[in-house]
């Protein structure tokens, strides 16, 4: 069964750092694709970053610059660093995983999901 379990969120003041990791088990190798996404209250969720098996990224430009996807293959852990955090950019972040396709934040049929993890930006 897989699971993708997110950690390192919290709260912070606004221009602050987080750094959002994203375990992944149940599924022999890696990913394909994955992504990270995220829903403001009242708001429908949005994809925020991508990153394939080989590194390939697509970020969405309201984040750009200021946030960076990454991956460890290894460890089959996905990474969303996240400065000069805005309070904007508060919402629930969510891992998901695709084993095909386009590999895109923009995409929002990916396979599998975290549970999801709880960022907050005050000003």
């Known amino acids: 069964q897989v699971q993708l379990v997110e950690s390192g969120g919290g709260s912070v003041q606004s221009g602050g750092s987080l750094r959002l990791s994203c375990t992944a088990s149940?599924?022999?190798?890696?990913?394909?694709?994955m992504g990270w996404f995220r829903q403001a209250p009242g708001k429908e969720r949005e994809g925020v970053a991508s990153?394939?098996?080989?590194?390939?990224?697509t970020i969405r430009d309201s984040v750009k610059g200021r946030f960076t996807i990454s991956r460890d293959n290894a460890k089959n852990t996905l990474y969303l660093q996240m400065n000069s955090l805005k309070p904007e950019d508060t919402a629930i972040y969510y891992c998901?995983?695709?084993?095909?396709?386009?590999?895109?934040?923009?995409?929002?049929?990916?396979?599998?999901w975290g549970q999801g993890t709880q960022v907050t930006v005050s000003s």
């Open positions: 998901a995983a695709v084993s095909s396709g386009a590999c895109a934040y923009s995409r929002g049929d990916y396979s599998y």
């Open positions: 149940g599924y022999t190798g890696s990913f394909y694709c």
């Open positions: 990153i394939s098996r080989w590194g390939i990224t």
